[in-house]
């Protein structure tokens, strides 16, 4: 089992769209949990960065985490084209701690259309 | 403030040639990390340097694969003897530690070796 799994998708949605990027994990360790953004053909850029259980807003971001069913979100509230990218979640190895080699999850297509 | 630099960020290699992809890291960053993104996968952590310091090599493979971070210039990822399995996005990340322990990776546009 994969320590953090993730559905590569596709997605596809229309411009204004709530949309919703999941990951599950299986180390009950991990408490520090990261979300990037990786357009075609660039590096990854961190986007979100939470600890342990609870939400975390940034504009028009949400990050959210359920320690008990080992399972973090991702939220976009109104969707633009510029949003299409790939989503990665990430963990770092150190279990609890916030630095150290980090673990993907395979990452989630999306695409927002006009 | 330049981000993380990767050099070349496209490489092109025949069989059993060596690779060397080169990362500059932020300015005030000490801390290497070099990850791997195979078609179709996810990013796979390789190794984790400081100056002049290997500190985890566990993602890496056993054979063909080293990495330095010296004292002055950039960290280096060599490969040699390439084969096509080796066709894949390398990526550079560097860090600084702040107190508390809090960290944020940064990382590069990434080299892309095609092994022919």
């Known amino acids: 089992q994969k320590e953090v799994e993730q559905d590569p998708g596709p997605l596809s949605v229309p411009e204004g769209a709530i949309v919703s990027l999941n990951c599950t994990y299986s180390?009950?360790?991990?408490?520090?949990f990261m979300w990037y953004r990786q357009y075609s053909r660039k590096g990854p850029e961190l986007l979100m960065y939470?600890?342990?259980?609870g939400n975390k807003e940034d504009g028009r971001f949400t990050a959210q985490v359920d320690k008990s069913s080992k399972y973090i979100s991702l939220f976009i509230r109104d969707s633009q084209p510029s949003d299409s990218a790939t989503y990665l979640c990430?963990?770092?190895?150190?279990?609890?701690?916030?630095?150290?080699?980090?673990?993907f999850g395979q990452g989630t297509i999306l695409t927002v259309h006009p | 403030n330049a981000g993380v630099m990767q050099n070349p960020r496209h490489l092109v290699r025949r069989r059993g040639q060596e690779a060397r992809l080169r990362c500059s890291p932020m300015?005030?960053?000490?801390?290497v990390y070099w990850y791997r993104q195979l078609p179709e996968e996810g990013l796979k952590f390789m190794v984790y340097?400081?100056?002049?310091?290997?500190?985890?090599e566990s993602g890496m493979p056993k054979e063909r694969f080293s990495a330095e971070f010296p004292k002055e210039g950039p960290s280096i990822l060599r490969i040699q003897q390439v084969v096509r399995g080796d066709s894949a996005a390398y990526f550079c990340?560097?860090?600084?530690?702040?107190?508390?322990?809090?960290?944020?990776?940064?990382f590069g546009p990434g080299t892309r070796l095609l092994v022919l």
């Open positions: 990340a560097s860090s600084s530690r702040l107190a508390g322990g809090q960290e944020t990776q940064y």
């Open positions: 180390n009950s360790a991990f408490q520090y």
């Open positions: 939470t600890y342990s259980s």
């Open positions: 990430a963990s770092p190895l150190g279990g609890g701690t916030s630095y150290g080699k980090l673990t």
């Open positions: 300015k005030g960053h000490s801390h």
């Open positions: 340097l400081q100056k002049e310091n290997i500190i985890d």
